[in-house]
Structure formats: structure tokens, C-alpha cells
């Protein structure tokens, strides 16, 4: 794409002092640039080296208010000649040249911006001066340049092309004669796009360190773009134009002098005809340059008039408007130092200098249409047409300043204004706002929100008018302003969502109720996903400020849209349902379980209720399924541990024992004598222990109770196990044998019934599905400890000591569980107990372990870590 090419000035052919060919390399707006020597000789010229060899797309020149010369040349070259070798001038090639205007229409109060579109390749260009146009403030025949700007591509050498070649034998053919044309507007080809920041209207304008950060911002947002990041390019762009609001000091008035107020609202003039300016320029073409029409009159700014004086206006003429103007036309501030002249500068009123400042409305908008008319009736009989077609406006500032003098105008109504007066002024108001609302330009945005809320917070107090004129206010505005939450502009969306948060928190509002009541309606299936992102947002942030009590946030309306929003496509907007469910159920606890699914593997699947249950639990101080998993995982290796490590004990002490009895053996061996009864009784102690730690020491051994007996054979312990073992009960629902003192999570794990049951997050038992609700509303049940505080009897429900041996004592001794049927149906039958027969704790055996420990299951018994697989009866 082409670009500005910077260059150097490598010779002049004079200058006045102060006034450098050299200033002609910096762009900036109060740059003097180049002027010829007083009284010279013509023609006068200046060659640039251009800092790399380019084919030049466009050239840019800003001439000076009086000091103009008639006529400017165009040489380029590919390397710089002995200027002072005439016979090697021919090195530099001739483009053509331009004629300037002599300025006498605008009084020699303005500067022409001339641009000219070239497709030429060279590293030097050579322009040449001819005779200067004579005016009364040209005293001393003078020529002056005030900037001069080159735009192009670099080229290389075998970029080359034979189009000046081509060119001329086109003309030939076409008769054109090709000795001394004047560069004009014939040259076929389009140029590349050119950025606007290579324009030399944008350097001259522009703070040159503002310049070069909007530069930097604007190579942001191509590369954003090409990334289609285009939020993020809003945002670029944005940021960009809000720099260039600094350029407004030199944002200049271009009417005469005369009339001076703010440059945004001066009234549109006709364009001056340029038939006269131009009649000799279209009179021949060349092929090389083009020029485009740019011979504008700009105006003299009487702003900088503190720094350099100006020329007095005498001309009666009408200047042209900047906004009516191309981009390459725009205006741009005369700076004219000039000495030992007397000027007339003119004056400006503390009033006009107070209106300029904040926008007053000097000049006058576009009349409404009649549509607009119709539909703004009611408005212009109260507030007058003036300040309704400003608000119509297409030029945003006349926009905008409607709504700060209806600002002001609010705020000066005096208090004894009659209160229909009051109440027509403020709904003519709204209807501007709510138009105003709508508007895409940011300014003006925030222009009718600081009006609404004058209004509201201010207006309607101070006048002491009804709660129905608030009612109307929001009830008007907040559907726009929901609508802007959903813009494509995240500034806009932002400040549109503080807004009504802020507005919500108005006493004068809150009291209402009504923006909640918006704020709960079903999110459509066709809205955008900003909307609905924002909508989310403000409800999850209104309900931390507001709650649901008198409020108009309730329980059921929330609950409502939040379990409707988790069906929404949008991630964040489920996401955010979620937060608002959880944030509910700290408030209201079972009462939110009503609007939910109930809680069992089937609802889980779904990773969103999932999470909503889960979150329940940790409100509630209760793990949850993943750190139960994991507890019953760390308990599950931790007995598998304690298993092996007994069995490694058990193993070492039988090997010792056989040693011992090796010993003894060897002894006997060597003795002669026969044993006696001390030796004996030394033999029968091993033997014994051997005995007892054999594979068959756990044969008629129920490991639930530890009860030993002979009757304890493969089918004797099944049978002890379905009617007699006082750890064990048989479920109800799928008559499976399981530990009573697991029979709580078998009921909600792994019972052929299990989602039949529930569990009561007070007492932690399982509870049916359908009396859970009763269940928890009357809070009947004894609270359950922690695990590691209490054991809890799914039998008698009551709380006892923890641990493993607890259990035996609660559920196997005479003041433990009273709800055990089979202990209860032993003490009725009352048998004395047989020997060898204990119902709490085996015979000791000889490492002294109990009976009871947790050791491997003798073949045809149950494990305790195996429990909940019993065989059905």
C-alpha cells in the first residue's frame, strides 16, 4: 500500500532568513516552511532526495495565502546531475507542472491544498517556481511553499517499466501535444488505497507526538483486523478517534472572520465555482501526472492569532465549509508571520468565547422532515422546533448540544412552574432521551443518560411531582437502554449496564420495583448473545445489592428464569445461571430445591446440575460424591494395608515358631535320655500355637461377630448370616445381607431401589423420594454428626461413639441399639451360651490378635470389604 516517502532537501536555489528550504521536511501545524528570497529571480527551485529509490504515487502541496506562485514544475530523476553542468540537466525527467489559484476570491486569507496523483519511478524530485501572483500583501514578489508531502511505494531497479514509453505513443495517437502540459486530471489509472494518516492534512493538523501514537494504534487495528479481531479494532478505531478530538484547537471556523463561534455549527455554504481558477489548466493533459480537483479556499483562523497576526478581513465573499469538503480538501490554519504591517484581528465576546467552549448552538440545524414532524408534534409545541431539530439533527454535535440545553433548561425551570407545564416538559424530555438513547454515537449516548438521571434524581424531586412521572421514565427508557446492553460496541455495552444498575439503586427507583421485573423475563431464543450475556450479569449484580425481599426479586421469579437460562447455547450464560442458583440456595436452602430435578445418577449425567448439586453440598458443609469416592477409596487401601501388614505378622511370628520347634527337634536328637515331662510340656507349646495359626484357624468363625462354632461350617455361616449375626440385617427392598453399619449408603449406592431414595442432608439417612420434602420441612429427625465425632444406627437413629469396635458394642450389647430385631429376639429367647460360643470377642490366639481383626475370609463367609455382595435368599 502506498505510504508517505520522507525525504531530505538536497539544494535550494535561495531563501529569506528563517524560512529554510530545510523546514520543508517537517510536517506539523505551526511549521513556517519555505519563501524565496525578496525581490528574486525567477524561476526559483528546490530538489528532494527522497530516502530510498520509489515509484510516487501522489504528491501533496500546501501554498501559502499570498506568497503563491503561478505556476509549479515537476522533474524526476534517478540520480542527482551537476547542477552546475547545464549539458547533464537532462538526467532529470519532466512530469509536468500545476497551476495555483491567486487567492484574490478569499482575500489572500486562505491556503490552497494541492494534490496530485503521479505514477513516476526516481530517488530525486526537482520542483521549479515560475513568477509569482501580485497582490497588495506580496510587497516584496516573494514565492513560498508551506509543506509539501510525497506518497509512494519503493521500487526496485527491476521494477522498471516502459510506461512513460507507452504513455507517449498513446498521446501520439491521440493528438495530444506532450511539450508543456499542465498536470490535470486525465490520467486514467486508479491509485492504491491510501491511509488518511499519510495525508498531509492529518500532519498538519495533528500534535505531531499525538501523530505518531494514532499511528501506531491505527497499525494495531490492521493487524487486529486481518486476525478478524474486530472487537478489538472497534476498540482501536475508537481509541484513535478520541485522540483525534484533541485536534479540535486546530479544528478551525472557515467562515469570515467576521463571524466566529464554533467551527462544529457553522452553516453549510455552496461550493465557489472554479471554472474561472481553471480555465487555463484544462486546457491540455499529459500522461504522467493527474491532478486532482483541490483548489479549495480554507480560511484563516482567528484562534492563532496570539501566536502570529493575520491579514485583515476585507473580503466580503462567503468561505467554504471544511465539512463540505473531501478528505484531501480538508482545512487547515494559516499561520502568517508577517513584519511592520498593521492587521486588524478580530474580536470575540467572553459569551462567544463560553459558547465555543462547551458547544453552544451558534448556527442553526437542518430543518425537520415531515415525517419527523408528525412524529415529533407533542415534543416542538412544548420544547420549540429549534431544539427538536436539533435532537433530529444528522450532524451529532447539533445532537448532542439539544440535549445539554434541554439539560440546562430542566435545571433553570423555576419551582412555582404550574405542574402540567412540569409534566409535559418532562415527557416531551423522555421522548428526546429515549431517541437520543438509540444513538450510535458514543457522545451523545451519554448525553441522554446524564439527562435521564437529572431528570429522576433531580427534576422530578425538586419539583415535587408523582411517582407515576418516575414510573413513565423508566418504564420508557429502560427497554432501549436493555437493547443497548446487547451492542456491538463493549464501550457501549459497559456503560449501558452501569446505568441501569445505577439507576436501579435510585431511592426514587428502587422503591418502584420495575427494572427487577425486566430484568426476570425469559431470555428469547433469537437474541444476541451480548444481550444475553448482559442481562445475566445485571441480574446476578442486582440481586447481591438488592435481594429478594420487597424488592422485586422473588424466589420464584428468579429461580424461574435461572433454570430456563441453563438451556441457553451460550456457556456464560449458563454459567452465570448456575452462580445465581447457588447464590440463591445461600439465601433460602430447601425451598430452592423445589424449582430443581431431583438429585440422583439420572440428573448428574448433566454436568450443569451436577455442578448445582455439588456446590449444594459444599454450602451445606457436606462432601461431595468425588470426595466420597475418595474417602471410601484412602479407607479401601488403608484396610487393604492393615490386611497385608498383619498377615506379614502373622507370617514372621509362625516362622519363628517353626524355628523354636526346629531347635527343640535338634535337641531331642542329640539327647540320649528319654524326655522328660518338663520337655514334653516344652514341645506341647509350640505345637499348640502351630496349631492354632494353621490355614483352618478362621473354620467356624463368623468375622461380623466374632462368635465361634462348630456348627460355624460353609452352609452353618450362611445360615448364621441370613437369620442370627447381630452386625448383619437383610434389606428390605432387595433382600440382600448387609452390615447394618453400611446400610444407609447400600440403600443410595447399590440397592435394586436405589433411586427410590434420597438422603436428608440434616440427619444423613436415606430417606423415600417422596417424603423427602416433608421429611426436611419439619426437621423431625436427630441431626447427624461428622464421621469423626459419631457413628450413626440407620436402625434406632441415634449417635454413638466411632469406630469399628462401637459398632459391635452398640448393636451386640444389651444397652446398645433397641431396634436390632435380632438381638432383641436372643434376649427374649434368653439360652444361656453355650462354650466357646462368645458374642463379642474370639479366643485370643498366639500372636494375641482378636478374632475379630480384619483377616482373610474363610472359604463360603462374607468379607467385611466385600459386604454389600450377599447372596439372596
Known sequence: MPHKIGFVVVSSSGHEDGFSARELMIHAPTVSGWRSPRFCQFPQEIVLQMVERCRIRKL??????????????????????????????????????????????????????????VDAVGQFLKLIFHQNHVNKYNIYNQVALVAINIIGDPADFSDESNTASREKLIDHYLGHNSEDPALEGTYARKSDSISPLDDLAFDMYQDPEVAQIIRKLDERKREAVQKERYDYAKKLKQAIADLQKMRRPFDLPLQPLARSGSPRHQKPMPLLPQREERG????????????????????????HSAIDQLLPATDPHPKINAESLPYDERPLPAIRKHHGEAVVEPEMSDADISNARRGGMLGEPEPLTEKALREASSAIDVLGETLVAGAYSKTWSYREDALLALFKKLLEMPVGTPKEDLKNTLRASIFLIRRAIKDIVTSVFQSSLKLLKMIITQYIPKHKLSKLETAHCVERTIPVLLTRTGDSSARLRVTAANFIQEMALFKEVKSLQIIPSYLVQPLKANSSVHLAMSQMGLLARLLKDLGTGSSGFTTDNVMKFSVSALEHRVYEVRETAVRIILDMY??????????????????????????????????????????MRARRKAATEAAEKQKKEEIKALQG????????????????????????????????????????????????????????????????????????????????????????????????????????????????????????????????????????????????HENFSPGEEAWKAHLMGPAGCSMNLRKTHILQKAPALQPGKSSAVATSGPSGSKAGSKIPTPKGGLSKSSSRTHTKR
Not at 501533496?60 to 542527482?80: D, T
Not at 449406592?749 to 416433608?774: H, I, M, N, T
Open 60 to 117: 501533496q502541496l500546501l501554498a501559502h495565502q499570498y506568497m503563491i506562485s503561478s505556476k509549479i514544475e515537476f522533474y524526476i530523476s534517478e540520480s542527482l546531475p551537476e547542477y552546475f553542468a547545464p549539458y547533464q540537466a537532462e538526467r532529470f525527467r519532466r512530469l509536468g507542472y500545476v497551476s495555483l489559484c491567486d487567492n484574490e476570491k478569499t482575500g489572500c486569507k486562505a491556503r490552497e491544498l494541492k494534490s496530485v496523483y
Open 280 to 303: 487555463t489548466e484544462n486546457q491540455f493533459a499529459e500522461p504522467f501526472l493527474q491532478e486532482k480537483p483541490s483548489s479549495y479556499s480554507l480560511t484563516i483562523s482567528p484562534q
Open 586 to 627: 445461600r439465601q433460602h436452602q430447601a425451598s430452592i430445591l423445589e424449582y430443581l430435578p431431583p438429585d440422583d445418577s439420572n440428573t448428574r449425567k448433566n454436568i450443569l446440575y451436577k455442578t448445582i448439586f455439588e456446590g449444594f453440598a459444599k454450602i451445606d458443609g457436606r462432601p461431595t460424591d468425588a470426595e
Open 653 to 796: 511370628q509362625l516362622a519363628a515358631l517353626k524355628e523354636i520347634q526346629a531347635e527343640v527337634q535338634e535337641k531331642e536328637s542329640d539327647a540320649v535320655k528319654p524326655k522328660n515331662q518338663d520337655t514334653q510340656r516344652g514341645k506341647a507349646a509350640p505345637a499348640e500355637a502351630l496349631g492354632i495359626l494353621d490355614e483352618h484357624y478362621l473354620d467356624n468363625l463368623c468375622i461380623f461377630c466374632g462368635e465361634r462354632s462348630e456348627s460355624f461350617t460353609e452352609e452353618g455361616l450362611d445360615l448364621h448370616y441370613w437369620k442370627h449375626c447381630l452386625m448383619l440385617t437383610r434389606c428390605d427392598h432387595c433382600k440382600q445381607v448387609v452390615e447394618i453399619s453400611s446400610l444407609t449408603e447400600h440403600l443410595l449406592v447399590e440397592c435394586d431401589q436405589k433411586d427410590g431414595f434420597g438422603k436428608c442432608y440434616r440427619c444423613s439417612e436415606a430417606v423415600f423420594k417422596e417424603e423427602l420434602p416433608r421429611h426436611i420441612k419439619n426437621k423431625d429427625c436427630n441431626p447427624a454428626k461428622p464421621e469423626k465425632l459419631a457413628n450413626r444406627c440407620p436402625l434406632c
